[in-house]
């Protein structure tokens, strides 16, 4: 098992460009959630899934969009992004029998 | 509102004991989960603490004292690699599925 993988690793971006992170699991896990991660701040949820198909609003929301179209995936977009999105950005996911986070890698943005 | 509360940073030497604590104000709690972060990595999961008491896996316990609202994290005979800040995270049933999460802290182990 792969575990919890992120697409990309690093990326460098110029305000106002679009991108889209990819979260993938291969442990059938129902719950999905991305964060973002800035020194001394700890972890902020932006948005998370609770199965194929649905979508909810976290913490700092704003700027981001998200989609789950398929139970393994989960993606998270910046339509245009700002300089405030530069960040660490974790993709987890819940089994629906615990509510242990298993996290990916991370991938570090900046936004210039 | 909901507030979880931990120390920034403590500094330990190679060898000893520490305690991190971590308090909790939050309307309801299911658990509390404790996480270790490595400069640059994600975070891992070190326990999970549902009722009062101590548990311990190894080196490391953790405890709970709901009445409180307040939990640490004990780490003995430490080494070099426990450097890392360490994460405090409550569950409860009015989060919809989200963790309630500190803002970590920042262990230095020195020689």
């Known amino acids: 098992n792969a575990g919890v993988t992120q697409t990309p690793k690093f990326r460098v971006l110029k305000t106002g460009q679009s991108m889209t992170l990819l979260c993938a699991q291969d442990?059938?896990?129902?719950?999905m959630y991305w964060y973002r991660q800035d020194p001394g701040m700890g972890l902020r949820l932006i948005h998370y899934?609770?199965?194929?198909?649905?979508?909810a609003k976290g913490e700092v929301p704003d700027g981001y969009n998200v989609s789950r179209l398929k139970k393994q995936n989960f993606l998270l977009g910046l339509e245009s992004a700002a300089p405030s999105q530069t960040s660490v950005y974790f993709c987890?996911?819940?089994?629906?029998?615990?509510?242990?986070?298993?996290f990916g890698p991370g991938t570090r943005l900046t936004v210039t | 509102g909901q507030n979880i509360d931990q120390p920034t940073e403590m500094t330990a030497t190679e060898g000893a004991i520490v305690q991190i604590n971590c308090t909790y104000q939050?309307?309801?709690?299911?658990?509390l989960f404790w996480y270790q972060q490595h400069a640059g990595e994600a975070p891992t999961f070190l326990s999970y603490?549902?009722l009062d008491g101590l548990e311990e896996k190894g080196r490391f316990s953790s405890f709970l004292s709901r009445s409180k609202g307040y939990s640490y994290l004990l780490l003995k005979e430490l080494q070099m690699k426990d450097s890392a800040s360490y994460l405090c995270?409550?569950?409860?049933?009015?989060?919809?599925?989200?963790?309630?999460w500190g803002a970590g802290t920042k262990l230095i182990i020195k020689p």
């Open positions: 987890a996911s819940v089994p629906s029998d615990s509510y242990e986070q298993y």
């Open positions: 442990m059938n896990h129902e719950y």
């Open positions: 899934s609770v199965g194929e198909g649905t979508t």
């Open positions: 939050t309307s309801g709690f299911n658990g």
């Open positions: 603490n549902v």
């Open positions: 995270a409550v569950f409860t049933e009015n989060s919809n599925y989200q963790l309630i």
